[in-house]
């Protein structure tokens, strides 16, 4: 069964470095998603992605963050000055090709994110 | 405004015993969607579930099944014959007609006893 991956599973990093999380969506999906949960708290809508731009975001994703799909089965996050606070798991999803109310967002195992 | 409300933090149920687990949401949205996932300990999002605003059902997969009272704005989650495997986080999300996004509520732990 098709399903979306993550790598890596666990990052650490220093305050103030960059960090790229990779992400490989389902094959045929055409919508990508990033999403993370701060420990112990709801899942949090970051980002979504369609056609080569970002269709929707959230008051997270600030000037820190930028995403990409740098070739046809990649899908990046980049948080370019991490801060303490932005330690969370974050997951990426993807869905399907109607991008309707009905399409599922399948989720990735997550990366978890530490920064000290 | 909490767009999904889940009010029980955690709840035990016995093996084989059926739970339900309470989701309500608030949109003014005539076009949504809810959706159900699990989060066991190892940290992965599970997809369950899936009830469209306009489904004249209930939606039913497996032993999980959605109590969908759109008057009342709830979409609770009916998980029969609980099994072990069971104990996750369970967490309500919603796509409203137009968004991308699903908004998430702050979820269920439960927890299945032998």
């Known amino acids: 069964e098709p399903e979306v991956t993550q790598t890596p599973s666990h990052q650490v990093t220093q305050m103030g470095q960059e960090v790229i999380l990779r992400c490989v969506p389902i094959s045929n999906h055409l919508y990508f998603y990033w999403y993370r949960q701060i420990l112990g708290q709801k899942v949090e809508f970051l980002v979504s992605?369609?056609?080569?731009?970002?269709?929707?975001k959230s008051e997270i994703f600030d000037d820190q963050f930028s995403v990409e799909r740098p070739d046809g089965s990649n899908f990046t996050l980049k948080i370019r000055s991490t801060k303490l606070e932005d330690s969370a798991m974050y997951f990426c999803?993807?869905?399907?090709?109607?991008?309707?109310?009905?399409?599922?967002?399948?989720f990735g195992p997550g990366t978890r994110l530490t920064v000290l | 405004a909490q767009k999904i409300t889940q009010t029980q933090p955690g709840m035990f149920v016995q093996e084989k015993e059926a739970v339900t687990l309470d989701c309500t949401y608030d949109?003014?949205?005539?076009?949504?969607?809810l959706f159900w996932y699990k989060q066991p300990s190892s940290g992965e999002m599970i997809f369950l579930i899936y009830?469209?605003?306009?489904?004249?059902q209930n939606a039913t997969e497996g032993r999980y099944s959605l109590n969908f009272q759109k008057a009342r704005k709830s979409a609770n989650l009916v998980i029969s014959a609980s099994q072990l495997g069971d104990s996750a986080m369970y967490f309500c999300?919603?796509?409203?007609?137009?968004?991308?996004?699903?908004?998430f509520g702050a979820g269920t732990t439960v927890t299945v006893r032998a």
């Open positions: 999803a993807s869905s399907g090709v109607a991008g309707g109310l009905t399409d599922t967002q399948y």
């Open positions: 992605f369609y056609n080569n731009e970002i269709s929707e």
């Open positions: 009830q469209g605003s306009y489904d004249q």
């Open positions: 999300a919603m796509r409203e007609g137009g968004d991308y996004k699903l908004s």
């Open positions: 949109t003014s949205d005539p076009s949504y969607g």
